[in-house]
């Protein structure tokens, strides 16, 4: 009678500690699922950032090239 009682008693340890197991899974599961969003979004933003960075190199260059050489070369 003992021993059914300490095999109880464990079954229901094993599953108390399975059921933390899951909701810490799921936790991690859904926190994985944020960063993936904020990762996808940080990507497009730093996509926007070089094409506007290399049209300004553009505007920059073309700019250069329109100046005249002050009077004195």
Known sequence: MSNARAAETR????????????????DLSETVGRQWETIDVLKREINRLKDRLSA???EIQSAQSDERPPPHY
């Open 56 to 58: 300004m190199e553009g």
């Open 11 to 26: 079954i229901d340890d094993l599953e108390t500690h399975l059921a933390h197991q899951e909701a810490t899974i799921q």
